[in-house]
């Protein structure tokens, strides 16, 4: 389920003339029955509410006085999310002969045209109230206070995030409920503005329209996601537009290593944040560990703990970052197959994490793990999974694609490959995209065609930890072999290679130099495109000698990162 609650206002829409009819009693109890939360909000105080309504016990959290006041049916206890009004300030309307006049634990309510005398006296008095109009009637509030933040309250009460609430009105105080919910509907008795701003008009009125709602719900969910719940990433020249939906299937990013890959990632997951929705991040490799806005579990040296994953992820709000580099490649899958599940079953009853990033997926979920298909949901909505080559990831996994975006100049060959591991057959045509472009493809529909690659909007930091301590695993650490190969001397991060290129002979170190193995080993393994093209430059430059051009990669290495262990030259 992606809607995991229904937020209905009461008067002209679950109500009419105060009454609910038995159909729309029914239908909220279908919606109760599916697993689903249900919210009551109103602008209707509590006691009067309860004395037309009766039991409010089907109901998992009541916001009444129009967001200022929250109860909770099941203990019946009252929690005020706002300040009440000034005992003068009463006093003055009744003074006034404002009529008819109802205080509640916060709301001020009464009927036009009595909102001249209301203002008049916020004025006089210096007053921080607004007044909200609900079909005739007048409500005064504390600033800031509406159906939308009440919502909020109760939807933290429960730990949902409001994309993934469904909520229906009617009135002028429901513009800020439907725009803050993942759908926003309007009974068709309701104002002309508020139709104009939903997301969905239903053809019944009130209680009827709150049935037709219901049913679609239930019936077919995915049909009420509106545009704006996806994450726009761009567009081509056509007016084709790239989308990352909240349904329907993972998205697959492939390119070549060192390509920028987790660069393009990151920008995703700005714009993923940017809209609302919580993330967590599966990283192997510690390219995430300065992303924000995000809690990184885990270091280059130090596992992360599966409780403290899960407790952040279960927590309203947060962004997480699981940092596996600690683990060796072999542990990876078998750490992710028991962590997956877990964050399944939070997403199944919260809906959170929006999005799941797994990068490396080819170390989590490789090709040939036997149980793979048993760790993972028959579909993987919301999950961007990053890898080097689509053939490396399990054939269950690859089924769960629907999106795949190629990065780098044989983008049409990952294509190919994708296609060819996933058993869809031949590939489709596709273009070739310049350095600044990917390509984007829809799995099935159309055929794929390249669009402006989007750049973090904050710069991609250096991880100086992970580079210039840490570990990076034999794949990705630098051998000084020599001209002859007899040497291999591994230098598993940035500072060991400036200690260990201090004490090669010359030959060794312009054996390498005169190869470009520095700037190469910068570019694909450190993933830090500036040292690389710096490094390249140093290599290419014939008038310097080998302690010159040491001296100066070793002054680029430490201009990026910190280096507490190394010396001041080599």
């Not at 209905?8 to 829409?13: G, M, P």
């Not at 995030?161 to 926003?184: I, Q």
């Not at 940035?494 to 080993?521: C, N, P």
């Amino acid at each position: 389920m992606y809607f995991l609650a229904l937020a209905t206002d009461y008067d002209e829409t679950l109500a009419h003339g105060g009454i609910v009819d038995e159909a729309p009693r029914a239908a909220l109890a279908r919606v109760k029955s599916s697993g689903r939360r249900l919210f009551l909000v109103t602008g209707r105080q509590l006691p009067d509410l309860e004395s037309v309504f009766g039991d409010l016990s089907l109901f998992d959290r009541v916001v009444a006085e129009n967001g200022a006041l929250l109860y909770n049916p099941a203990t019946r206890e009252e929690r005020l999310l706002a300040e009440p009004p000034p005992a003068l300030f009463i006093e003055r309307l009744k003074e006034r002969r404002v009529e008819p006049l109802s205080v509640g634990r916060c709301i001020v309510a009464t009927l036009e045209p009595e909102e001249s005398a209301v203002l008049e006296e916020i004025h006089d008095l210096g007053l921080e109230l607004q007044i909200i109009f609900n079909k005739g009637s007048v409500m005064v509030l504390p600033s800031g206070v509406n159906k939308a933040t009440g919502l909020l309250a109760a939807l933290a009460d429960v730990g949902l995030s409001a994309h993934n609430v469904v909520a229906v009105g009617d009135a002028e105080n429901d513009h800020a409920l439907l725009r803050a919910c993942g759908c926003g509907a309007a009974v068709a008795n309701a104002l002309s503005m508020l139709r104009g701003a939903a997301d969905i008009v239903l053809d019944g009125h009130c209680g009827a329209g709150v049935v037709e709602l219901v049913e679609r719900l239930l019936r077919d969910e995915a049909a009420l996601i509106p545009r704006r719940q996806s994450v726009r990433i761009g567009g081509d020249a056509q007016g084709r537009e790239a989308l990352l939906e909240p349904t329907g299937g993972s998205v697959l990013v492939a390119g070549q290593s060192g390509i920028g890959k987790s660069t393009l990632a990151i920008a995703f997951i700005e714009k993923i944040a940017e809209a609302g929705f919580e993330f967590c991040v599966l990283d192997p490799e510690g390219d995430y560990d300065a992303l924000e806005p995000a809690v990184a579990v885990g270091e280059a040296t130090s596992p992360p703990h599966t409780e403290e994953v899960l407790t952040l992820v279960e927590r309203l709000g947060a962004n997480v970052v699981v940092n596996t580099q600690a683990l060796t490649a072999a542990e990876r899958p078998a750490y992710f197959a028991q962590l997956l599940p877990r964050i399944a079953s939070i997403r199944a009853r919260t809906g959170r994490p929006h999005w799941l990033v797994v990068d490396e997926a080819h170390h989590l979920l490789p090709a040939g793990r036997g149980d793979v298909k048993s760790v993972l949901p028959e579909e993987l909505p919301s999950v961007i999974l990053i890898t080097v080559h689509p053939k490396a990831l399990s054939e269950a996994v690859l089924r769960t694609v629907r999106t795949f975006i190629a990065v780098g100049p044989h983008a049409g060959e990952f294509v190919a490959e994708f296609c060819g591991a996933a058993g869809l057959g031949s590939p489709p045509p596709a273009p070739r995209p310049s350095d600044d472009q990917i390509l984007f493809w829809a799995v099935g529909l159309g055929a794929p065609y390249v669009l402006r690659a989007p750049e973090p909007v904050h710069s991609h930091q250096r991880h100086t930890r992970k580079y210039a301590e840490g570990n990076l695993g034999e794949d990705r650490s630098f051998y000084f072999r020599g001209p002859s190969g007899k040497l291999k001397l591994r230098a598993h991060n940035l500072m060991q290679f400036l200690e260990m290129a201090a004490g090669v002979d010359d030959a060794t170190w312009d054996h390498h130099r005169q190869k470009r193995d520095y700037s190469e080993w910068f570019r694909r393994n450190i993933k830090d495109e500036e040292l690389a093209r710096e490094a390249e430059a140093i290599e290419g430059d014939e008038r310097l000698d080998a302690r010159q051009s040491r001296t100066r990669i070793a002054e680029a290495v430490r201009r990026r990162y910190t280096a507490p262990s190394a010396g001041d030259s080599i």
